[in-house]
């Protein structure tokens, strides 16, 4: 009995210690992010809807860059298309171009013994954000989750895409994989570079900023602003553009936990007379992501709020489209983990014919999904209900 209460105590201590050491840790990370007032640039934007476009540029663009390649991302396999790309990059670093990758270290897949040949061929690898104390679980939670890939410091990469077979369509657990992704050319490029010399200077604790990093620049035709977020304030600019909406809002998303915050700006919205459309997939690919998200869909429903379920494939693109004006292509999703602990970077576009563009994609995946009913909401089992509980106390793990 002793034996049972010691072990009741300690499951209680743990859980109190992981909490504790949360709650202070993102307290931590917010007094120190710093909220990004970026300039609007007239950069040349290309919509990359598909993860053979992506791949065919990107590939081509790190292959004709002959001063520098600098990537970051989530997540990286070194499996068909990741090794493709690796073989690249290592021919590249021979060539003397100089070469630098930052991936998350829950996100890497990369062997040891390829990390060691991407080494050996001069490849500079750093993991992003390693864990630390006194708050160790809170950084174990953290994510680097921005995807930046940049060539010469001129083209520049910013979406949904990471760097694997899956985002080809290659797994048969998902099938299609609809994401989003942008290349700029030009003005705008070199926010991103900017981000990404930040993180890897956070990573390696060395400042290797130079002066080819920053070239000249050319200006397009489309205004655009880049935002990164540190775990703060993206929440704040979501809800101010539903605030500003006076027609439309279509939001595609793969995670959808708003908090009440913003799930309630979307209420009003809806109640106001704007149209809102939400993009969801069907299927799940982290557990309890699709559970977290049911508590918040009914309210919207009623409002008024069209929840559409992408069922053809997986729907992972992450884009809001405010009155067919402007809109927003980038790494956030619409739940906690985006707003409160991940660092992400997004692309604001007010270019009508860009924001058309994305639009004509956004209202293709709705042609094609499922539009989720009040009855079927209202009709979930009671073992659904009971797992949407669970979810919700962890929802902000999500």
Not at 31 to 53: D, F, S, W
Not at 209 to 219: A, F, G, I, N, T
Not at 286 to 295: G, I, N, T
Not at 336 to 349: A, D, Q, T
Request: net charge neutral; charged share 25%.
């Amino acid at each position: 009995m002793h034996g049972f209460i010691l072990s009741i105590l300690i499951i209680i201590t743990i859980i109190v210690w992981l909490r504790i050491d949360f709650v202070l840790g993102r307290n931590k990370q917010r007094q120190e992010a710093t909220k990004h007032e970026q300039k609007t640039r007239y950069g040349e934007i290309e919509l990359l809807p598909t993860g053979e476009e992506f791949f065919q540029y990107l590939l081509q663009d790190m292959q004709q860059a002959t001063d520098h390649i600098h990537l970051l991302f989530y997540i990286f396999r070194s499996d068909h298309i990741g090794s493709k790309l690796i073989s690249i990059l290592e021919g590249k670093s021979r060539e003397g171009v100089v070469v630098r990758i930052l991936v998350d270290r829950f996100g890497c897949h990369i062997s040891k013994k390829q990390l060691k040949q991407m080494k050996q061929a001069g490849i500079q690898f750093a993991y992003s954000h390693p864990p630390n104390f006194p708050f160790l679980f809170f950084t174990l939670n953290r994510r680097n989750h921005r995807k930046i890939a940049i060539a010469d410091g001129r083209i520049g990469y910013i979406g949904g895409y990471n760097i694997g077979d899956e985002y080809l369509g290659r797994d048969s657990t998902f099938g299609f994989w609809r994401d989003f992704h942008l290349r700029i050319k030009g003005d705008g490029v070199q926010d991103l570079q900017e981000q990404f010399l930040q993180d890897w200077q956070t990573a390696k604790q060395v400042d290797v900023k130079e002066e080819s990093h920053y070239p000249p620049l050319v200006k397009g035709p489309h205004p655009l602003r880049i935002l990164p977020t540190d775990g703060v304030y993206l929440e704040d600019t979501f809800i101010d553009l539903v605030k500003q909406a006076k027609a439309t809002i279509v939001i595609g998303t793969p995670y959808f936990i708003p908090g009440e915050l913003l799930q309630q700006e979307l209420i009003y919205a809806a109640k106001r007379g704007v149209d809102v459309s939400l993009i969801l997939p069907k299927k799940a690919d982290h557990p309890l992501v699709k559970e977290a998200a049911f508590p918040y869909l009914l309210p919207l429903v009623e409002a008024g709020v069209n929840v559409y379920q992408y069922y053809r494939g997986f729907f992972h693109a992450k884009s809001i489209v405010i009155d067919e004006q402007m809109c927003d292509v980038g790494t956030a999703n619409f739940d906690k983990r985006s707003f409160h602990i991940n660092h992400e970077i997004n692309c604001l576009i007010y270019d009508t014919e860009i924001v058309q563009t994305v639009l004509k994609e956004l209202q293709h995946d709705i042609a094609i999904s499922e539009r989720l009913t009040i009855e079927a909401l209202r009709s979930r089992s009671l073992i659904d209900r009971m797992r949407e509980k669970f979810a919700t106390l962890v929802s902000g793990l999500l």
